[in-house]
């Protein structure tokens, strides 16, 4: 099991070859004339990409903006092209057993005896020249992906709950003067969390916890 992290994704996206990406999948299904006002549109929001720093007015001479709503949308673009083109042949071939991404976190499976993580990484170094993508192990049969710690065992893998070691497991006080949705959106998060994921009943009864004040 390996994990990437895709380095500065959105100051690194390409606009114009994004761009085109977009055209070719909006003329599938939509006529010239429409896809031509759409792509316009994306590339006068695309050109406002300003920031100020200490003072100062800048404009990036590539890359999208990180706060923007339509930049995930932009970068899901781009990447989907690319595991189309890139990947999607590894897994249909089975040299990766699975593959997913969540934004710019990547998770893969691969079979030891069709492949090693040399040539992947070999690979993925020339999938793109603007994608830099940071590869980590897994040490003990583990690997945390996103907050999720994934042992690999013989049958199938054990899920269970990662948490930073910086992490205080701290929530919002009730007392402190914040939105009541924002105080119970963490208790939300960790019922959800605890009924959707596949954790073992030893994992959901240390998981399930009173958390430590």
Do not use: W
């Not at 897994?91 to 057993?97: A, F, G, L």
Request: glycine share 2%; hydrophobic share 30%.
């Amino acid at each position: 099991m390996i994990t990437y992290d895709i380095k500065d994704l959105y100051v690194n996206i390409p606009i114009e070859e994004t761009l085109k990406i977009a055209r070719q999948q909006l003329i599938e299904n939509n006529d010239r004339n429409k896809t031509e006002q759409i792509i316009t549109c994306l590339r006068t929001i695309l050109s406002q990409n300003y920031f100020e720093f200490q003072g100062n007015i800048y404009h990036t001479d590539k890359g999208i903006a990180m706060a923007s709503p339509i930049s995930r949308t932009v970068a899901k673009i781009l990447l989907q092209y690319i595991e189309n083109i890139h990947i999607k042949h590894l897994t249909e071939s089975r040299n990766i057993v699975y593959y997913t991404r969540y934004v710019d976190d990547i998770f893969v499976i691969f079979d030891t005896t069709k492949t090693s993580i040399d040539e992947i990484q070999q690979y993925v170094d020339h999938i793109h020249k603007n994608l830099r993508l940071t590869i980590r192990q897994e040490n003990n049969n583990q690997i945390s992906f996103l907050d999720l710690l994934i042992t690999r065992q013989t049958h199938k893998p054990d899920i269970d709950i990662y948490r930073k070691n910086t992490s205080t497991d701290t929530t919002i006080s009730y007392t402190s003067n914040h939105p009541m949705e924002h105080k119970l959106a963490a208790y939300r998060s960790y019922i959800n969390r605890m009924k959707n994921l596949p954790l073992s009943k030893e994992n959901q009864k240390k998981n399930g916890k009173p958390y430590s004040q």
